[in-house]
């Protein structure tokens, strides 16, 4: 037995959360089995917690998209025993059961090996949001970070937190975005030197260009706000779309890639092949600081969750949470 955040839905359709003992043998079909350790939780977790969002198609469900532990039996060559796993992505916690359960299930191609120097606890303090950050970051570099300030919006959620520890780390200047200002010393202790209120960049406007300011952003608002920072992207800057608490609708012209040369990358973690996902891992344990890290945290445990899955969707998640599911 073990115990795991169980979603069920009445015939009403409400849906309701609770933990609850399971079976092993109610554990889905896959190669190997894991003792989860440490998950976290994402925006999509809180779609599945509560009412779905369209993402949970089967009930009873376990959600937790993302999730830290060791291996305890594998069927497959690349997995053994005691090995230590990180999964992030392929619809683990909305198609599939996911880790907000002590025990879990999976395919052996969904499994990355937990990279040197990260513990279990680490890598779900960077989890499935700290992995798309450093995806971001990466694409950026590959197209040239420019000269000035790099944006990141939503600075103070899971996402924007990493990426300006990273982007900080690295040497860059960073201007974080957030409607949250009791949240701005937490924003510079990760290494923002600038921040910019949200309502500054909230609305739309009629003009399709303005001045050059960014040098590169990471973006996890999407809507009116991506809309409005691609026209004061510098010249052959470019934006990694990660988000869309803002709104899925882009209201803006073609007119900042046509006359500025700016790129819009769209940034997805879910489907990321595997030798992309071994490349990040690496270089979060390279590049993102500990002690930054750890500062972002939020501890939790399974019977923390249903409430937390209301928070994020509001909003009111700032940093990383690690859900203890041993806890």
């Known amino acids: 037995m073990f115990n795991a955040l169980v979603v069920e839905k009445n015939d009403e359709g409400k849906t309701s959360a609770s933990v609850q003992q399971m079976d092993m043998d109610r554990l889905p079909d896959g190669e190997v089995t894991v003792a989860v350790e440490y998950s976290t939780v994402n925006y999509k977790?809180?779609?599945?917690?509560?009412?779905?969002g369209g993402l949970v198609r089967n009930y009873p469900h376990i959600p937790?998209?993302?999730?830290a532990g060791t291996v305890e039996a594998s069927d497959d060559d690349r997995y053994k025993p005691g090995d230590k796993v990180v999964l992030t992505g392929w619809r683990v916690g909305e198609a599939h059961w996911g880790?907000?359960?002590q025990k879990a299930r999976v395919k052996a191609d969904w499994l990355v090996p937990l990279p040197e120097g990260?513990?279990?606890r680490q890598a779900m303090a960077v989890g499935t949001a700290g992995f798309t950050a450093m995806l971001a970051v990466m694409a950026l570099e590959d197209h040239g970070i420019k000269d000035g300030p790099v944006l990141v919006t939503g600075a103070a959620g899971g996402v924007g937190s990493v990426a300006t520890a990273i982007l900080a780390n690295l040497g860059h200047e960073v201007a974080g975005v957030t409607g949250r200002p009791e949240t701005a010393d937490y924003l510079t202790s990760l290494g923002a030197t600038q921040i910019v209120p949200r309502e500054e960049l909230n609305e739309t406007t009629k003009r399709p260009l303005e001045g050059e300011?960014?040098?590169g952003c990471v973006d996890a608002v999407g809507g009116e706000m991506l809309a409005r920072l691609l026209g004061q992207m510098k010249y052959g800057a470019s934006v990694a779309a990660v988000g869309l608490a803002g709104g899925a609708a882009l209201p803006a012209t073609v007119i900042p890639f046509l006359l500025r040369g700016v790129n819009l990358l769209?940034?997805?973690?879910?489907m990321q092949p595997y030798d992309n996902r071994v490349r990040a891992w690496a270089r979060i344990a390279k590049d993102l600081p500990m002690d930054k890290l750890?500062?972002?945290v939020q501890p939790a445990v399974l019977s923390d969750l249903p409430a937390l899955g209301r928070d994020i969707l509001k909003g009111q998640v700032k940093g990383r949470v690690v859900v203890d599911v041993n806890g």
């Open 45 to 52: 977790d809180g779609l599945c917690i509560g009412p779905g």
């Open 64 to 67: 937790g998209i993302d999730f």
């Open 99 to 101: 880790g907000y359960s």
């Open 118 to 120: 990260l513990d279990t």
């Open 213 to 215: 300011t960014w040098g």
């Open 266 to 270: 769209g940034i997805d973690s879910v």
């Open 294 to 296: 750890e500062a972002m």
